[in-house]
């Protein structure tokens, strides 16, 4: 598919290479966790509801660096918005996403894979889009998912 980063193509080597130590990542157990859930909305109350969700939002940053939100306020209809777009650019072709300026952002803006990998162990199938705030004000095509 012309949208996929040639994640074989560029770490084939690396993949022939390590086909002894492949296997046993293919069939390692991963264990699962249930990621932090947050009641944002807690977050309007008094002391100590307040407090206490300050104190989850801060461990659960220490702790994974990431957590789920509920009640943040935010529309339905502007996340699915937000997906639908979100599709659109993932589905651009590769080279499109790759080699042009996407929506007149910096290079760094799109990521994919991990060019410095070594080994099986630092591989990244990983694809993103990083914006910072100031970028996603200068997106003249998005201003209705502001």
């Not at 069939?27 to 309007?44: K, Q």
Request: aromatic share 12%.
């Amino acid at each position: 598919m012309d949208y996929e980063p040639p994640f074989l193509e560029t770490y084939k080597t690396l993949l022939q290479e390590n086909t002894e130590d492949s296997k046993d990542y293919s069939c390692s157990m991963v264990d699962t966790f249930e990621l932090p859930m947050i009641d944002l909305s807690r977050l309007n109350f008094e002391h100590p509801e307040r407090e206490e969700c300050l104190k989850e939002i801060t461990e659960a940053a220490m702790e994974w660096g990431f957590f789920q939100v509920v009640n943040h306020g935010i529309s339905q209809e502007l996340l699915e918005n937000m997906h639908s777009e979100q599709m659109k650019v993932f589905y651009e072709p590769f080279v499109k996403k790759s080699t042009e300026n996407v929506f007149g952002l910096s290079s760094k803006t799109y990521r994919w894979g991990n060019p410095s990998v070594t080994n099986l162990r630092q591989l990244s199938w990983s694809e993103a889009f990083h914006f910072s705030m100031s970028d996603i004000s200068r997106m003249e095509q998005h201003k209705n998912l502001r």
